[in-house]
């Protein structure tokens, strides 16, 4: 073979350094770059020897990545397809790009290397992000085949000339710069391996090449040495996701998951995502069992493409309410050199998105149907997906209405329509639409949770932090339903009927009880009325209105008008005219009457934990004083 000089076609002073400077961050893919590379070759001599077009000996297929501190050089060598001279001219000195200037122009906007890589076909060149010399050394699987070897020093001039190879396959060897020194070190090499290549399809080996061992002597007698390597095989070739769901049993999700995250709570159940049309998808999801803290649980869903990792940032591919979940998705349809703009743009990601929302909902109706008491069980850690998903996604919704549970304040779960049935005949209002009550603290709405039993009424526990969302989206999607804390109004109004009950109070009275009230009260804010209740139900019932109160909350999480957040609290005083207390109030003479206002007010309060500092040292005061 004749050695050749020439010029890499990309028309330009020198592309490397361009690489090298802005690429820095990111400059750990290369190994991934150059490893899958490796595994492709591989693939591609398996895949010519089943189709019968290479019938020489295959080898076990193996790829090796060598260290050697001493040399500085990093090698990677493969035993696939190996590439003729002509084939290293065609494929590695034709940059996939036209030139530098077209080069320079896109670059500008890109994010990072992955944009760049991807774009510009640059996979092999990443190489000199990290070394000053590379090496190619190679034997093409053609009978006949000469061994090439291609250097090139990081400038555009590149030599071709006989290699030394004698078996099939390819070396590629990188002399690492000054700047790359942490790449020799075999922990970081380890690590960029676990991180990338744990799961490519073929043997990866990962060795040292720093132990020696005399090995007899060399021609003019000084001492010859041997490689030591204890290479070891450092990835799963066939990890469950790429098995069928039939050969994989319980245990065997269990310890994947254990692998992908130590330490980890068994999650509680999993789905093995399985799909070839429209688009190529494998991979496994995980429910975990949900921490305090969402934030550190979340990107813990792993990209892979072809058993390549390529980022756990997952946010476009998988639907934001899911993004808790965890596992693999591995598909082809995504370049190795994804960038963030690449997802948000195509088409098969959007598509994605959709079938694991699919997925992830047959799934929770077949855990449903199956199982109810597991699912119920489980239904404290999926209860917050399922809501978060019926809120954000219409087809989401369709299915969950079906499984997504309400659980009453002792606890019982109902679904949907069988709460609906349960409550329908008492908590129907006289226009028709059920009133659906919901407590979001039952220790401190406890008076009214039971005010509210005593009526027949049933109280839902919706005290999770996104159930006030889901609560407003749930009474727009139910018609006919209006939703309500069980503390909105003084239990005759809870649940507006037409029965009434007589006045035991004339005119005269109630105004005169509206009165004394009225001066006993101190507070802003506060407007008192008097109504005829059942004269079991409390004496003096202080709320705050539903809407006032979803608009005060929804201020305060920072979304809605933050005009309500600003508007000073707004309470209605029920004062239950039929009580045998106003009776006995109105009796009294004025100090005393106060006195007993007074004291029923702040009773009221006290019961809702609304009464503290020197108000309630004077309370306790008066109360002493009445004993
Ligand atoms: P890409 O892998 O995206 O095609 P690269 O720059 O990484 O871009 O590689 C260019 C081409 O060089 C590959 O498509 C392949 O034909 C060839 N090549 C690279 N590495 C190897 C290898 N280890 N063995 C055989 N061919 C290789």
Same mark, same amino acid.
């Given at each position: 073979?004749?050695?050749?000089?020439?010029?890499?076609?990309?028309?330009?002073?020198?592309?490397?350094?361009?690489?090298?400077?802005?690429?820095?961050?990111?400059?750990?893919?290369?190994?991934?770059?150059?490893?899958?590379?490796?595994?492709?070759?591989?693939?591609?001599?398996?895949?010519?020897?089943?189709?019968?077009?290479?019938?020489?000996?295959?080898?076990?297929?193996?790829?090796?990545?060598?260290?050697?501190?001493?040399?500085?050089?990093?090698?990677?060598?493969?035993?696939?397809?190996?590439?003729?001279?002509?084939?290293?001219?065609?494929?590695?000195?034709?940059?996939?790009?036209?030139?530098?200037?077209?080069?320079?122009?896109?670059?500008?906007?890109?994010?990072?290397?992955?944009?760049?890589?991807?774009?510009?076909?640059?996979?092999?060149?990443?190489?000199?992000?990290?070394?000053?010399?590379?090496?190619?050394?190679?034997?093409?699987?053609?009978?006949?085949?000469?061994?090439?070897?291609?250097?090139?020093?990081?400038?555009?001039?590149?030599? $071709?000339?006989?290699?030394?190879?004698?078996?099939?396959?390819?070396?590629? $060897?990188?002399?690492?710069?000054?700047?790359?020194?942490?790449?020799?070190?075999?922990?970081?090499?380890?690590?960029?391996?676990?991180?990338?290549?744990?799961?490519?399809?073929?043997?990866?080996?990962?060795?040292?090449?720093?132990?020696?061992?005399?090995?007899?002597?060399?021609?003019?007698?000084?001492?010859?040495?041997?490689?030591?390597?204890?290479?070891? $095989?450092?990835?799963?070739?066939?990890?469950?996701?790429?098995?069928?769901?039939?050969?994989?049993?319980?245990?065997?999700?269990?310890?994947?998951?254990?692998?992908?995250?130590?330490?980890?709570?068994?999650?509680?159940?999993?789905?093995?995502?399985?799909?070839?049309?429209?688009?190529?998808?494998?991979?496994?999801?995980?429910?975990?069992?949900?921490?305090?803290?969402?934030?550190?649980?979340?990107?813990? $869903?792993?990209?892979?493409?072809?058993?390549?990792?390529?980022?756990?940032?997952?946010?476009?591919?998988?639907?934001?309410?899911?993004?808790?979940?965890?596992?693999?998705?591995?598909?082809?349809?995504?370049?190795?050199?994804?960038?963030?703009?690449?997802?948000?743009?195509?088409?098969?990601?959007?598509?994605?998105?959709?079938?694991?929302?699919?997925?992830?909902?047959?799934?929770?109706?077949?855990?449903?149907?199956?199982?109810?008491?597991?699912?119920?069980?489980?239904?404290?850690?999926?209860?917050?997906?399922?809501?978060?998903?019926?809120?954000?996604?219409?087809?989401?919704?369709?299915?969950?209405?079906?499984?997504?549970?309400?659980?009453?304040?002792?606890?019982?779960?109902?679904?949907?329509?069988?709460?609906?049935?349960?409550?329908?005949?008492?908590?129907?209002?006289?226009?028709?639409?059920?009133?659906?009550?919901?407590?979001?603290?039952?220790?401190?709405?406890?008076?009214?949770?039971?005010?509210?039993?005593?009526?027949?009424?049933?109280?839902?526990?919706?005290?999770?932090?996104?159930?006030?969302?889901?609560?407003?989206?749930?009474?727009?999607?139910?018609?006919?339903?209006?939703?309500?804390?069980?503390?909105?109004?003084?239990?005759?109004?809870?649940?507006?009927?037409?029965?009434?009950?007589?006045?035991?109070?004339?005119?005269?009275?109630?105004?005169?009880?509206?009165?004394?009230?009225?001066?006993?009260?101190?507070?802003?804010?506060?407007?008192?009325?008097?109504?005829?209740?059942?004269?079991?139900?409390?004496?003096?019932?202080?709320?705050?209105?539903?809407?006032?109160?979803?608009?005060?909350?929804?201020?305060?999480?920072?979304?809605?008008?933050?005009?309500?957040?600003?508007?000073?609290?707004?309470?209605?005083?029920?004062?239950?005219?039929?009580?045998?207390?106003?009776?006995?109030?109105?009796?009294?003479?004025?100090?005393?009457?106060?006195?007993?206002?007074?004291?029923?007010?702040?009773?009221?309060?006290?019961?809702?934990?609304?009464?503290?500092?020197?108000?309630?040292?004077?309370?306790?005061?008066?109360?002493?004083?009445?004993?």
């Amino acid at each position: 073979m004749i050695a050749e000089k020439g010029n890499i076609s990309i028309h330009t002073e020198n592309i490397f350094p361009i690489i090298k400077k802005f690429l820095y961050s990111d400059n750990e893919i290369f190994l991934r770059e150059l490893v899958s590379n490796a595994v492709d070759a591989v693939q591609k001599i398996k895949r010519l020897a089943s189709l019968g077009q290479f019938n020489g000996d295959l080898g076990e297929p193996l790829v090796q990545v060598i260290l050697d501190k001493e040399a500085k050089t990093i090698t990677i060598s493969d035993n696939g397809i190996g590439m003729t001279a002509e084939e290293i001219k065609k494929y590695i000195n034709q940059v996939a790009f036209s030139g530098a200037s077209e080069f320079v122009e896109k670059f500008k906007d890109a994010k990072d290397a992955n944009e760049i890589i991807g774009k510009f076909g640059l996979g092999f060149y990443s190489a000199f992000m990290v070394a000053d010399l590379v090496e190619i050394n190679t034997l093409s699987y053609v009978d006949g085949a000469e061994s090439a070897k291609w250097t090139c020093d990081g400038s555009t001039t590149f030599e $071709i000339e006989a290699g030394s190879k004698t078996t099939r396959g390819t070396d590629i $060897i990188l002399h690492i710069n000054e700047e790359s020194a942490e790449f020799l070190n075999e922990f970081k090499i380890q690590e960029i391996l676990d991180k990338y290549a744990k799961f490519l399809p073929i043997p990866i080996q990962f060795g040292n090449k720093t132990n020696r061992e005399e090995d007899g002597t060399d021609e003019e007698g000084k001492p010859k040495f041997k490689d030591v390597e204890v290479p070891n $095989i450092i990835n799963t070739t066939t990890p469950i996701w790429a098995k069928s769901p039939n050969d994989l049993k319980d245990e065997d999700y269990l310890n994947f998951y254990k692998e992908l995250y130590p330490f980890s709570e068994d999650p509680l159940f999993w789905i093995h995502l399985n799909v070839d049309y429209p688009f190529n998808l494998t991979g496994v999801l995980y429910f975990p069992k949900l921490k305090e803290d969402f934030e550190l649980q979340r990107n813990k $869903i792993k990209l892979f493409s072809r058993q390549v990792f390529i980022t756990d940032e997952v946010k476009e591919i998988v639907p934001e309410f899911l993004m808790l979940l965890h596992g693999v998705i591995d598909s082809p349809d995504i370049p190795l050199n994804v960038s963030r703009s690449f997802l948000q743009a195509d088409g098969n990601v959007k598509k994605i998105n959709s079938y694991i929302t699919k997925k992830v909902a047959d799934k929770l109706g077949e855990l449903f149907k199956s199982d109810r008491n597991s699912y119920e069980q489980k239904w404290q850690d999926i209860g917050l997906f399922v809501k978060y998903g019926m809120i954000s996604d219409e087809k989401f919704y369709d299915k969950a209405k079906d499984f997504c549970l309400l659980t009453s304040v002792d606890g019982k779960p109902y679904t949907f329509q069988e709460y609906k049935d349960q409550v329908a005949g008492m908590q129907t209002d006289k226009n028709g639409k059920v009133v659906y009550l919901y407590s979001t603290d039952s220790e401190k709405q406890d008076g009214f949770i039971q005010a509210a039993k005593g009526k027949g009424y049933d109280v839902l526990k919706l005290d999770s932090p996104i159930d006030s969302h889901f609560v407003s989206a749930m009474e727009y999607k139910l018609e006919n339903t209006i939703w309500k804390r069980v503390d909105a109004s003084a239990v005759n109004a809870l649940i507006e009927k037409d029965e009434t009950f007589e006045s035991v109070l004339n005119e005269e009275q109630s105004s005169q009880v509206k009165t004394v009230f009225e001066t006993s009260i101190k507070r802003e804010g506060y407007t008192v009325e008097v109504v005829s209740m059942n004269p079991e139900d409390a004496p003096v019932t202080i709320t705050m209105d539903e809407f006032s109160r979803r608009m005060k909350d929804m201020a305060k999480m920072g979304g809605g008008m933050s005009f309500y957040g600003n508007m000073p609290d707004s309470y209605k005083v029920s004062i239950n005219g039929n009580h045998k207390l106003i009776n006995k109030l109105l009796k009294a003479e004025g100090e005393e009457q106060a006195k007993m206002a007074k004291q029923a007010v702040d009773l009221a309060l006290l019961s809702q934990g609304m009464l503290s500092g020197a108000e309630l040292t004077a309370f306790v005061k008066r109360s002493v004083e009445l004993i």
